[in-house]
């Protein structure tokens, strides 16, 4: 910022020091909270000069920077902390980036742990820990980002450099704390009188994920014999752990070969009545997720060039099925996780709307399903703005509560949450449910806009018959606000699967229906078939 005082300004200062210090004191209120801009630098340091640590509590050190003099060096389990002001960015996205470099950081105890590049943030209810995702070992210098939304009643906002119970030594450098966007302001809401667009002429669609391996035999029991009368066809990649060798144009060849057995399932979808979502679950840039697929994050979000593959990509697709009449939709994203957006890249509202518009120039008809960040969380729809591109249908995903729905996925399954009832330490029933999924019912009444739930689902082992009572809760709440709906998944994966039982040692399909197959042929013989789909 350019000095508040005029030439001969320190001169000033010695002759009249009263008065100069009662005019800084004026000027500095006067200055003191001017209005923020999307590009406003909050905090930044290159840890030069002499006050280099001048405000950092915790163990540190200065040691050799990257391309300069000095960075910040921690050498054991212990965090460098600095008090961001949170008052001044409640409720804006701020982008942090520092360049990062470690040696012999030994594994992680836990996921959370390890290089630590965080920014804490504490509500009157609640404490998040946004950060980056960081390698363990050693590593050279590398730019390192993550984003975060300040929440509109957060108390305190600290900036976390360091190791976290693990041994080794890190290096920080060049750190900055950038506005990303300010704070959420609501679209205006839409006329009664606009007609709602839906991309289908059907009461409801319902049915389920599928996966790109599905044979015919497959296809026409869903479409035939179960009546769904809507897929949704996930284009997964799938990546070795630490993969880094996978380029932009490997993503062309790998997207080739899974839209060949798309080619080959579309007449199969038309001939059993199943319109058809075309889910890119695997977008250009993604990182591999604890699921092993490669997600919605990482380079999408901080890579120009992975920016404008993923919209080349939409528009090579929707040339090759903007005539095909099983296709209902395009699901732009599988969960945008947009943590790691940088400043000079676009957000998942932009990127969305960019890859939107692309598509609606060559498709005038069918559906763009967007899925709001993070992981089309319900909560996510109150920060998103509709699109100003005609014809988009608005998507989450219900997983509510994640420690009943996923209960032994991804632990040990020691824990055996029933439903309804107390699950981590919240009672759930359908009222919470509800309660939960009320974002979404505020942004469909709000701008008139067609809801599409594309996955929703409880694993089978679930006790106590608990994944059934959860699944009918769900679908009759889904129901009485007319929302489309696909149940996750079809011939997927057994734990997934209503055709198996609740015994997760018993991986064969159960002999007789389960109550949650049963469950879902009850819903889907009200459907009708797209057989005049246009």
């Known amino acids: 910022m350019k000095s508040l005082w005029p030439n001969g300004s320190a001169t000033a200062r010695r002759r009249f020091p009263a008065f100069a210090a009662c005019l800084l004191c004026v000027v500095s209120v006067a200055i003191a909270a001017p209005a923020l801009q999307k590009g406003d630098v909050i905090f930044a340091t290159d840890f030069e000069g002499a006050n280099a640590l001048a405000g950092w509590s915790g163990p540190a050190t200065l040691a050799a920077g990257f391309q ?13 902390q600095m008090t961001l002001p949170v008052e001044r960015v409640r409720g804006c996205v701020l982008s942090f980036s520092a360049v990062i470099k470690a040696d012999n950081v030994s594994e992680k105890p836990k996921p959370w742990n390890g290089v630590k590049f965080m920014a804490p943030i504490v509500t009157p209810g609640d404490k998040h820990w946004p950060a980056a995702t960081l390698d363990t070992g050693s590593f050279d210098w590398r730019r390192c980002a993550f984003s975060v939304r300040v929440p509109a009643d957060a108390t305190r906002l600290t900036l976390c450099l360091g190791l976290e119970a693990v041994t080794g030594r890190a290096w920080f450098d060049d750190v900055r704390v950038v506005v990303r966007r300010l704070p959420f302001v609501p679209a205006p809401a839409r006329a009664a009188s606009e007609p709602v667009f839906k991309g289908h002429n ?26 769904a009368n809507a897929i949704r066809w996930q284009l997964t990649r799938h990546a070795r752990r630490g993969e880094t060798s996978f380029t932009l144009a490997d993503y062309d060849a790998w997207l080739e070969s899974e839209l060949a057995k798309l080619d080959a399932a579309l007449p199969l979808c038309e001939k059993y009545g199943l319109l058809v979502v075309v889910d890119l679950h695997s977008p250009p840039g993604g990182r591999r997720t604890v699921s092993g697929y490669v997600g919605s994050d990482g380079g999408l979000f901080t890579d120009k060039a992975a920016q404008e593959k993923f919209i080349d990509v939409w528009r090579k697709m929707a040339r090759r099925y903007k005539d095909s009449r099983a296709v209902w939709g395009y699901d732009l994203a599988n969960e945008p996780v947009e943590d790691a957006t940088t400043e000079d890249a676009a957000d998942w509202q932009e990127l969305a709307e960019r890859a939107a518009r692309a598509v609606r120039a060559i498709d005038p008809k069918r559906a763009i399903i967007i899925e709001p960040a993070q992981w089309g969380d319900p909560k996510g729809l109150r920060e998103l703005r509709p699109l100003d591109v005609p014809g988009v249908v608005y998507s989450v995903h219900m997983y509510l509560p994640h420690a009943f729905t996923h209960q032994g996925v991804h632990d040990d399954g020691s824990k055996r ?10 009672y759930w029933d359908k009222a919470a449910l509800e309660a939960a999924l009320r974002p979404v019912v505020e942004f469909q009444q709000r701008y008139g806009a067609h809801i599409y739930i594309g996955e929703f689902s409880a694993i089978r082992w679930a006790p106590e018959g608990s994944a059934y009572r959860y699944l009918k809760d769900l679908i009759e709440i ?3 606000h007319g929302w489309d709906w696909t149940y996750h998944a079809f011939r997927e994966w057994s734990g997934w699967s209503v055709e198996h039982g609740e015994n997760r040692a018993n991986t064969k399909p159960s002999p007789t229906p389960t109550e949650r197959e049963k469950l879902l042929r009850e819903w889907f013989a009200k459907n009708r078939k797209p057989a005049n789909q246009e």
């Open 417 to 426: 949450w029933v439903y309804p009832g107390e699950i981590a330490g919240k």
């Open 202 to 227: 059907l009461p409801r669609l319902r049915g389920a994920m599928i996966r790109p391996g599905i044979d015919e035999a497959g296809l026409r029991t869903f479409g035939q014999e179960w009546n």
């Open 68 to 80: 300069s003099g000095h960075s910040l060096c921690i050498d054991k389990a212990a965090l460098a």
């Open 478 to 480: 889904f129901e009485s």
